[in-house]
T-cell receptor, first 113, second 114 residues
């Protein structure tokens, strides 16, 4: 069974802090994704990566960056956290190809005060 | 580009009643179609997918969905729901060629009452 592990379930950070959200998958998937989930807005893609050191912007990349130094790990970085980044963050992975479903972690609920 | 519309943000239903969650999509290319379920405080998990072949697709937990190309719909159905089906349901599409990035609908909250 594919396992996608997000390092924290809950995080509380202060405005202006640099925040790291970590995600690890154990199935050698090429693709990894970071989504943000807000009530009534569904899932919005922040960044995705289709290979080590490769990344592409999603729909809402502003205020975020990512790092993928190893195939199994995909990190989301909030350079300077703001209150409007309070949200649920979901990491996912998949094999290449549009027919491959995404496998999700359990999410990190981030609160920025 | 593609888009997904889930017509109902919330669907209340009594236990053992049938349910249909609606999903319509638009796309200029052929697509693959998915339904995911999210239980409280968890990530999303795959319920079922349509890639090709039979338009009626069966998934886990007794759910099924029917792909209707002419109506660009992929509605999810279950003949008899349980309390444990209370969750958020997301429809998603991804293009069958080129970019593999899925587009998600905004979700439908299924609330099953005893």
């Amino acid at each position: 069974d594919v396992k996608v592990t997000q390092s924290s379930r809950y995080l509380v950070k202060r405005t202006g802090e640099k925040v790291f959200l970590e995600c690890v998958q154990d199935m050698d998937h090429e693709n990894m994704f970071w989504y943000r989930q807000d009530p009534g807005l569904g899932l919005r893609l922040i960044y995705f990566s289709y290979d080590v050191k490769m990344k592409e912007k999603g729909d809402i990349p502003e205020g975020y960056s990512v790092s993928r130094e190893k195939k199994e790990r995909f990190s989301l970085i909030l350079e300077s956290a703001s209150t409007n980044q309070t949200s649920m963050y979901l990491c996912a992975s998949s094999f290449g190809g549009g027919g491959s479903p995404l496998h999700f972690g359990n999410g990190t609920r981030l609160t920025v005060t | 580009a593609q888009s997904v519309t889930q017509l109902d943000s919330q669907v209340p239903v009594f236990e053992e009643a049938p349910v249909e969650l609606r999903c319509n999509y638009s796309s200029s290319v052929s697509v693959y179609l998915f339904w995911y379920v999210q239980y409280p405080n968890q990530g999303l998990q795959l319920l079922l997918k349509y890639l090709s072949g039979s338009t009626l697709v069966k998934g886990i937990n007794g759910f099924e969905a029917e792909f209707n190309k002419s109506q660009t719909s992929f509605h999810l159905r279950k003949p008899s729901v349980h309390i444990s089906d209370t969750a958020e349901y997301f429809c998603a599409v991804s293009p069958s060629g080129g970019s593999y990035i899925p587009t998600f609908g905004r979700g439908t909250s299924l609330i099953v009452h005893p």
